[in-house]
């Protein structure tokens, strides 16, 4: 777990920012909920046989000998609101999210054990052409951002009955050849099959290349739902390759499967996840509800910002990664100079200015240079003598400019000239 330090928080908002504005045009409503939820909550809408019951929550009893559980992700814990708080009488439900998760796994680049996570969730969305508005919104919200190198995806987990039929005709495959399998693919053998297609493991890639697909078991409503799905894509113009190993690594899952992954950071990255759960919301004792969304990990998002931004240093992610630069820093020595600019930082920051004071009361040189380090625009001078005159220098540091000297009084004209291009 990670501290946020000031610096990389400025890039998260700034990402969140957009996300925000991106859901609000497409009619999402923010949800947040709490991070800790009962440990039967997950159990239930994950599934108990997953890594992430299996291995990875953090779940301990409290003082009133009740499982709890931080939870690892978003979906599970916003059905239950919806379920709760009757949200899905009123009508489907559009609504995002941001927050941490935790998952006790090996921290890695991108990847630690609290991590975050924004995502979308619309319940009561259930034609093809809903999986295509979600999957759009992903991928708009990434191009948005200025993230390079993006590509999508698809693949269909088909109804339940498709899978069963595809579990068996997998598992009788595999059991064939348990022996060349990797440890963790023989232990899912009996438990989650499926998620053996997910491997990380080279071998067991390679075997599987020869394995039964899931597409071969489809029934032929789910072909025909994943080809108007296909067909939408093509029609907004978002590029796809079907991926018939692709699986998400979580139980409720069903239908259109997908994922956004990035070349930024060498190998190609996962971005953004998500799929189809329509068994979801009858499991965790509501009425049967079909429902689709996504999540995109904001720590892997901010690694493969900044090497979008190392690769293109004019494009949007270099805009949402660049520090902070102030509009303004004030350069002031001296008791009187000192109360005047206190002052007039103040008016100016009312007046929507990013304005930095410099309290050190050094040489005026030694202000300048560090004026200079924070890359701010203008400097604004105030010494004794200025003050005394109720007057203020203005010294363009970033762009061309002549220097002016302005009445303090005249806060309409400073603001204009701080805000010149």
């Not at 975050?116 to 191009?143: C, K, N, P």
């Amino acid at each position: 777990m990670v501290d946020l330090l000031p610096e990389v928080l400025r890039r998260w908002q700034a990402v969140e920012a957009e996300a925000r504005q991106h859901f609000r045009c497409a009619g999402f409503g923010e949800i947040r909920t709490p991070l800790l939820e009962t440990t039967d909550l997950f159990c239930r809408g994950i599934g108990e046989a997953t890594d992430v019951v299996g291995k990875e929550m953090y779940s301990f009893q409290d003082r009133g000998d009740r499982s709890c559980t931080l939870r690892p992700e978003g979906t599970a814990s916003v059905v239950r609101a919806a379920l709760q708080h009757g949200l899905l009488s009123q009508g489907a439900q559009k609504l995002w999210y941001a927050g941490p998760m935790f998952r006790y796994e090996r921290p890695q680049a991108g990847r630690q054990r609290q991590f975050h996570q924004i995502g979308v969730e619309w319940l009561g969305a259930e034609s093809a052409r809903s999986d295509v508005e979600v999957i759009a919104l992903a991928w708009d919200l990434l191009a948005r951002l200025g993230v390079g190198g993006l590509e999508l995806e698809v693949n269909s987990l088909g109804s339940p009955e498709d899978r069963q039929t595809y579990r068996a005709a997998l598992v009788q495959w595999l059991e064939q050849r348990s022996e060349a399998l990797d440890p963790d693919s023989q232990a899912r053998l009996s438990t989650n099959p499926l998620r053996i297609l997910d491997t990380k493991n080279k071998d067991t890639q390679a075997l599987l290349e020869e394995a039964p697909t899931l597409a071969d078991a489809l029934s032929s409503e789910s072909r025909e739902r994943f080809e108007a799905v296909q067909q939408g894509l093509c029609t907004l113009g978002i590029p796809f390759r079907l991926n018939p190993r692709l699986v998400r690594g979580l139980d409720y899952y069903s239908h259109t499967a997908f994922e956004i992954t990035s070349d930024r950071l060498g190998a190609q990255a996962t971005v953004c996840g998500g799929g189809r759960y329509d068994g979801l919301i009858a499991q965790l004792g509501g009425a049967a509800t079909p429902a689709i969304g996504w999540a995109l990990g904001m720590e892997r998002l901010l690694l493969v910002l900044e090497a979008s931004a190392q690769a293109d240093p004019d494009g949007t992610a270099a805009g949402l990664v660049a520090g902070s630069v102030p509009d303004a820093y004030i350069v002031n020595r001296g008791a009187q100079a000192s109360a005047a600019a206190l002052a007039l930082a103040r008016e100016l920051r009312g007046k929507g200015l990013v304005v930095e004071l410099d309290d050190s009361g050094s040489a005026f040189g030694k202000q300048f240079k560090r004026a200079d380090r924070r890359e701010a625009r203008w400097a604004l001078v105030l010494g004794d003598e200025e003050a005394e005159r109720r007057e203020v220098r203005l010294k363009p540091l970033q762009q061309r400019g002549e220097e002016s000297v302005i009445a303090l009084t005249a806060m309409a004209a400073i603001v204009e000239t701080l805000q010149t291009p």
